[in-house]
C-alpha cells in the first residue's frame, strides 16, 4: 500500500508541476479563460491504470494546490466543480466499452466546461452565462483530444511500466 501512496503522490507532483507550467506560460487560445489543461493528463492516464480513490485523491490534491498557489478562492471552486464532474464522466465512459482514451478526453474536457459554467451561471446569478457555452464546447473538445492524443501515447509506457 505504501508504494501506491508514494506512486500517487509522485503523480500529484506531476500534476502539479504540470500546472505551474501552464500558470507561467499562458496558452492564448484567444479567449480568456481557456487553458489546455496539462495536469489533466495526469488523471486521464492514471484512470487507466491505477485505484480510481487514488487517481481521485490526485486531482482534489492537485486543484486545491493549485487553486492556493497559482490561483484565487474563485478560480478554485470553478476548477473543484469541472475537475469533479469531469472525473465522474470520464470514469463512467472508461467502463463502458467503445470509447477510446481521446473519446473518454474529450467527454471530460467538455464536462468541465459545462460543470464551470454551472457555477459561474449560480455565482453571478446571470443565466447568459450560456451564452458562452458554444465557444466552451467547441475548447473542451478540441484541448481534450489534444491531452486525450497524448495520453493514448504515453498510457503503454505507463501500464507497461506497472506490470
Known amino acids: 500500500m505504501a508504494r501506491k501512496i508514494a506512486y500517487a503522490a509522485m503523480m500529484a507532483a506531476l500534476a502539479m508541476i504540470f500546472s505551474y507550467v501552464e500558470a507561467l506560460i499562458p496558452f492564448s487560445f484567444g479567449v480568456p479563460g481557456i487553458?489546455?489543461?496539462l495536469a489533466n493528463l495526469?488523471?486521464?492516464v492514471g484512470l487507466y491504470f491505477m485505484e480510481q480513490q487514488l487517481v481521485f485523491g490526485i486531482l482534489?490534491?492537485?486543484?486545491v494546490l493549485s487553486g492556493f498557489l497559482f490561483a484565487n478562492l474563485s478560480t478554485l471552486l470553478y476548477s473543484l466543480a469541472g475537475g469533479i464532474v469531469s472525473f465522474g464522466v470520464m470514469l463512467l465512459l472508461k467502463r463502458i466499452k467503445g470509447f477510446s482514451i481521446v473519446g473518454v478526453s474529450i467527454a471530460g474536457g467538455v464536462s468541465h466546461n459545462i460543470a464551470q459554467l454551472v457555477v459561474a451561471t449560480?455565482?453571478?446569478?446571470?443565466?447568459?452565462v450560456f451564452s458562452?457555452?458554444?465557444i466552451l464546447l467547441?475548447?473542451?473538445m478540441v484541448t481534450g483530444m489534444?491531452?486525450?492524443?497524448v495520453g493514448e501515447r504515453v498510457k503503454p509506457y505507463l501500464v507497461k511500466g506497472k506490470n
Request: proline share 4%; net charge positive; no cysteine.
Open 138 to 140: 467547441t475548447a473542451g
Open 60 to 63: 482534489i490534491t492537485r486543484i
Open 122 to 128: 449560480v455565482v453571478v446569478e446571470n443565466r447568459y
Open 42 to 44: 495526469v488523471v486521464l
Open 35 to 37: 487553458k489546455l489543461g
Open 132 to 134: 458562452y457555452l458554444p
Open 146 to 149: 489534444l491531452i486525450g492524443i
